[in-house]
């Protein structure tokens, strides 16, 4: 008899782990007999979440939209691999780390190099499989035996080899610029890791003379005058 209130905790929990179990989101005809040998692939690597947090609305709708289109190629014969991962977010997962030292009343200059990387990897498997436990719970069809975290031997091989050669080709180069500079972590930081806050500025007037004008000017006004200068 079907009970008169729907618990779709207990309904979903249940289907994903016949869903796992099955091998039905596995890739390769070699692990899933539904796929047949020389199928045509189709891949998608997931947006690595990061590991210093929870998955919010923005990553259900993309995965959602990752899902359909990973599904949706299955079902039509491809081999379809949904590849999953975890950035590890350095300099994020380093603050979170160093706030944990400091309520020990300690830093990571106490611990040394070796045993602070080896507390930032503990503190990485006792996070990611929270985030990767909400990705189940949406339903993620991802072949989980081939899940990859970002500092993974292979992978930083990897991102080493293509940065020498973006490198050589003259892609990457060293330049002066205005940045978002962290004065505890000796760093520069992207805009997303910046906390905005509003505060009273002050208008700086600049004259410029006019060439052939003695006595004559052009101000212009400004807040940020290290712009102007140089």
């Known amino acids: 008899m079907m009970d008169k209130t729907y618990h779709p905790a207990e309904v979903e929990t249940r289907l994903y782990k016949q869903w796992e179990e099955s091998g039905a989101f596995a890739s390769g005809a070699d692990r899933n007999p539904a796929i047949a040998p020389g199928a045509k692939p189709y891949t998608i690597v997931i947006p690595p979440p990061n590991v210093t947090g929870s998955l919010h609305m923005g990553h259900a709708l993309n995965n959602t939209l990752q899902d359909i289109l990973t599904r949706y190629n299955r079902m039509r014969g491809r081999d379809a691999l949904w590849q999953p991962g975890m950035d590890h977010a350095g300099i994020a997962t380093q603050m979170v780390v160093e706030r944990q030292l400091a309520e ?24 990611g499989g929270a985030i990767t436990e909400q990705l189940r719970r949406l339903g993620s069809s991802c072949d989980w035996e081939r899940e990859r975290f970002t500092m993974d031997d292979g992978l930083s091989e990897a991102v080493r080899k293509v940065f020498v050669t973006l490198h050589k080709e003259g892609l990457v180069y060293r330049d002066k610029r205005l940045v978002n500079w962290d004065p505890k972590l000796h760093t520069a930081i992207s805009d997303l ?38």
Do not use: C
């Open 104 to 127: 020990e009343g300690k830093t990571r200059h106490d611990l040394g190099r070796d045993a602070f990387i080896d507390r930032v990897w503990q503190w990485k498997d006792e996070s």
């Open 193 to 230: 890791e910046v906390e905005q806050r509003e505060t009273n500025g002050h208008m700086w007037h600049f004259r410029y003379p006019v060439e052939g004008e003695p006595g004559r000017f052009i101000t212009v006004a400004t807040t940020r005058p290290e712009t102007m200068l140089g």
